[in-house]
């Protein structure tokens, strides 16, 4: 059974930062993408960033020049560097990924999500 665990969320001023990280876990043979998502209360769940095992970013661009993906594959985890906070980045954060068990077929993963609560 894989579980992705995240954590580093919380509670900080607008202008600050937070990192938040992404453990994956249990029977992993490989993993292609990792991506952080959120989702705001009433809102549709959002790409953030992703990264490919090659280390190939990608950025909405609501966080590009704040926000910076990167992952360590040989620890299955992947980090969110997230500086200057806007209370717009108020959200539940996801862990998402894409990996396979035994280099045959892929399945995406999510995390249960940690809060990012940004105030002004």
């Known amino acids: 059974q894989v579980q992705l665990v995240e954590s580093g969320g919380g509670l900080v001023q607008a202008g600050g930062s937070l990192r938040l990280s992404c453990v994956a876990s249990?029977?992993?043979?490989?993993?292609?993408?990792m991506d952080w998502y959120r989702q705001a209360p009433g809102k549709q769940r959002e790409l953030v960033a992703a990264i490919t095992s090659g280390g190939a970013t990608n950025y909405a661009d609501s966080v590009k020049g704040r926000f910076t993906v990167s992952r360590d594959n040989a620890k299955n985890t992947v980090y969110l560097q997230m500086n200057s906070l806007k209370p717009d980045d108020t959200a539940v954060y996801y862990c998402h990924a894409v990996l396979t068990y035994s280099g045959t077929y892929y399945y995406s993963h999510w995390g249960q999500g940690t809060q990012v609560t940004v105030s002004s």
């Open positions: 249990g029977k992993i043979f490989s993993i292609n993408d």
